[in-house]
């Protein structure tokens, strides 16, 4: 039994790691799903400026110096875009010093796997025609917008790949989906130093302002988190429009959870809504909201007593063990012609506790005396038993039938505290005589069990504790007792005292190991 437990165990421990893994590598939701960065170069340098901005306040600032070729930033599309649904690209600049000429790459991939291999011939590379600022038509000192539909676009080291506009691209690059997209500028030869700043690039749906939330997820919780803990969700929201919008944050929560509170505060009269009002071009926020899972709390006490002649059955279970389970809270997020939504999935943790399990069954005199106490971390009883076998009849359609099915008494008892990795297991059958009393408590520091008994039958007694067990197996007229105790002190279990005292006058056999 216990090669049997420690298997079990290393089998949930596998399975709660492969669920925490899976949930890991779920693929995050944020305010645009286009992920960059930029070059570093050592003559060459491109960060995010505060300076000057198209829309909120950061925009990308790119410097080449005299020694300098190029400055360049990088675009990570995570899923891929098919080329045939970008609709829109376009971005843009602000053209600083010296007449730099931008070179956007488009790098494809053609056989299912996600990435670009220059190796592959499925995969595939365009470049657009390098053209100054000036030959397109920009002013220094302003915002420009540079349309990527307006390029004229060249395969990589293919000449006869004929170049033409991205809608050209199209239908010769049908089937595949861009994976990255680099946009570069080259340094104006003629310029002691080119820059420019570059901002809000439009690829489809997606928006790069660089702002500084907008690459975090929209909605961010834990992964795990305890029966009854508290749980902070982030909630990360964010204007893509170019006028102000009226914001709207609307939460959905999970039904076993309670919102406790928020920063800021929920609109006045609710708890799961926030607005924005006249929230300004490329502003960000966040949400944190702190909610509580529900944890199981009931108390119970049963206190009876039953006697008579007849057939008895009784089977009673008690647990104070909890499955783990899953919450999912969503986010919904209005923003003007934006709407964005999200959600986060946090596992909660098992509870691992105690079981009680008993009954006893038989034909004859039956008396029994319990008292049952229940709470979400405890479980103790007391009950008394006293069983002895006659035949007895059952009345069917007004008619008495004498039973002559087997009536011996049986009874069992099994105490398990998960939580200390203790197992007691009481077992009486083919018993002419049943008089059992015992005494129980299951918890996190105290856990005893305290048995007399006076049996006419068989019996089995099994002990499991860290570091031992016993096992007992009986035949005959006996009395048993036993006692086992368990305390925690210290982070360590330590047996107060662990013992069995049994006295049998010998009528059949005895059979002890």
């Known amino acids: 039994m216990s090669k049997l437990l420690h298997y079990n165990r ?44 198209f829309q909120g306040g950061n925009s990308a600032e790119l410097t080449i110096n005299s020694e300098g070729n190029y400055a360049r930033i990088y675009i990570y599309l995570d899923p891929p875009l098919p080329l045939v649904d970008l609709d829109q690209f376009s971005m843009w600049m602000y053209p600083q010093s010296g007449d730099g000429s931008v070179q956007v790459e488009l790098y494809f991939d053609g056989d299912g796997d996600d990435s670009y291999d220059s190796k592959n011939v499925q995969d595939a590379r365009i470049l657009s025609q390098k053209k100054s600022c000036s030959n397109m038509g920009m002013s220094n000192n302003t915002w420009n917008e540079l349309d990527g539909f307006d390029l004229q676009y060249e395969k990589y080291k293919d000449d006869e790949f004929p170049p033409g506009s991205l809608d050209d691209c199209k239908g010769q690059l049908e089937g595949k989906r861009i994976v990255k997209i680099y946009i570069t500028i080259y340094k104006d030869a003629k310029a002691s130093e080119t820059s420019a700043l570059i901002d809000y690039i439009k690829i489809g749906d997606e928006i790069i302002s660089f702002e500084p939330l907008e690459k975090e997820d929209i909605k961010d919780g834990p992964t795990s988190a305890t029966p009854g803990g508290l749980i902070t969700y982030t909630i990360t929201y964010g204007n893509n429009d170019l006028e102000p ?38 502003a960000h926020g966040q949400i944190k909201i702190k909610m509580r899972s529900r944890k199981p709390a009931a108390k119970g006490i049963i206190d009876g007593r039953v006697s008579g002649k007849g057939l008895m059955s009784r089977e009673g279970m008690f647990s104070t063990e909890f499955e783990s389970y899953l919450i999912t809270n969503n986010v919904y997020i209005l923003a003007g012609e934006f709407n964005f939504s999200s959600s986060a999935t946090t596992r909660i943790r098992p509870i691992i506790g105690s079981t009680l399990a ?33 035949p007895v009849s059952v009345n069917l359609s007004l008619k008495s039938i004498p039973l002559s099915l087997r009536g011996d008494w049986s009874a069992n008892l099994r105490a398990l505290n998960d939580y200390r990795d203790i197992r007691w297991s009481d077992r009486y059958y083919e018993g002419k005589d049943l008089n059992l009393s015992y005494r129980t408590q299951l918890g996190k520091t105290l856990s005893y069990l305290e048995t007399a008994a006076q049996v006419q039958g068989l019996a089995d007694r099994t002990v499991y504790w860290p570091g031992g067990f016993a096992d007992t197996h009986l035949a005959g007229n006996f009395t048993l007792a036993g006692s086992a105790r368990w305390k925690w002190a210290n982070k360590t279990i330590s047996p107060d005292k662990e013992w069995l005292a049994c006295s049998c006058p010998i009528e059949d056999s005895l059979l002890s190991s």
């Not at 914001?247 to 406790?260: A, G, M, N, Q, S």
């Open 10 to 53: 290393s089998l949930y421990i596998v399975l709660i790691t492969v669920i925490i893994i899976q949930m890991g590598v779920l693929s995050s939701i944020g305010l645009t799903d286009l992920d960059y960065r930029l070059s570093k170069l050592k003559n060459a340098d491109a960060s995010v400026s505060t300076e000057q901005s």
């Open 245 to 282: 919008v009226d914001l709207v944050v609307k939460e959905e929560y999970d039904p076993r959870t309670v919102f406790i509170m928020s920063d800021p505060s929920p609109d006045p009269g609710t708890f799961d809504t926030w607005t924005f009002s006249n929230l300004p071009p490329g």
């Open 358 to 390: 008993f009954g006893e069954h038989g034909a004859g005199d039956y008396q029994a005396d319990e008292k049952l106490t229940y709470n979400s971390v405890s479980i103790s009883a007391e009950r008394h038993i006293l069983a002895e076998f006659s």
